[in-house]
């Protein structure tokens, strides 16, 4: 059992309901895993999906849908909501990001690795996750992985406690400089990255990069009325998150950053 195990369990439910309040990253995520996306009903590998917001959206699109993950809590909610929603994915499977050698190699059409990097300290185990997930994906496949960027816990603790950036200065300057955080409290310890190693790190273990993308766009932090509007409003806000998420320029300004790529050996 990882560190990170025990408390996804602990907030499984809590990671469901994640993606309806913040609706905009959800909708422009998913509105670049599609653009990418071979047509349905191609094999798609969810590694690290949670409680199976991706899987069971993509599985009613008419993908093929095999949803992985370390929380076994998150798994049981992946299999009463899919019921629910009347989806089917192909197969649920309890695993570790780092150790996929259940699965065949070369057996995916497209892979999704959204979410086991968030919490992988060293250099070291994203890369052997990353290798474990182009392992499983076929030859020109695509391989989607989220990141967290550096600024985002420094966004939060600004609006959530402000006190705490005076209260652990020496942390918050380590934080800052190496993006490892290692006092698991609320959140399990992880790693934020800067928006600027996220290319070299995927183009090192052989990925030919397609896209990059901040999955907020310009409302990282301010969301929260744009998430109650509907139709042509809603779908105006996220097309210009989608288009300004791609901006260079604001990788930064989101808390979460999208990359897409291409196996090419």
């Known amino acids: 059992m990882t560190e990170s195990e025990p408390f996804y369990d602990s907030v499984a439910p809590e990671e469901w309901k994640r993606l309806e309040l913040h609706r905009t990253e959800f909708a422009v995520t998913l509105k670049a895993i599609t653009e990418y996306l071979p047509s349905p009903p191609c094999s798609v590998l969810d590694i690290g999906g949670g409680p199976g917001r991706y899987s069971i959206e993509l599985a009613r699109r008419g993908y093929t849908v095999t949803l992985l993950d ?46 086991p990097l968030y919490h992988l300290l060293s250099e070291e185990e994203r890369v052997r996750s990353i290798r474990e997930a182009l392992r499983v994906l076929k030859l020109k496949g695509r391989l989607f992985v989220s990141f967290i960027t550096r600024f985002a816990p420094f966004r939060h603790a600004a609006f959530a406690e402000p006190e705490w950036l005076l209260q652990n200065r020496e942390y918050a300057k380590r934080l800052l400089d190496t993006g490892v ?41 301010h969301e929260e009325l744009i998430n109650a509007l509907d139709g042509d409003d809603w779908e105006a806000w996220v097309e210009l998150n989608y288009q300004l998420g791609q901006d260079q320029s604001m990788y930064g300004a989101s808390d979460h950053l999208l990359y897409t790529g291409e196996k090419s050996s």
Do not use: W
């Open 181 to 221: 955080h290692d006092q698991a409290k609320k959140f399990a310890k992880a790693y934020f990255i800067h928006p600027e190693d996220v290319v070299p790190l995927m183009e090192s273990c052989g990925v030919r990069t397609l896209n990059i993308m901040g999955c907020e766009g310009i409302v990282a932090g």
């Open 70 to 115: 370390l929380s076994s809590k998150s798994l049981i909610i992946a299999k009463e909501k899919s019921q629910e929603e009347g989806v089917s994915l192909e197969s649920f499977i309890h695993a570790n990001a780092l150790d996929l050698s259940d699965v065949d190699s070369a057996y995916y059409d497209s892979v999704l690795l959204m979410g």
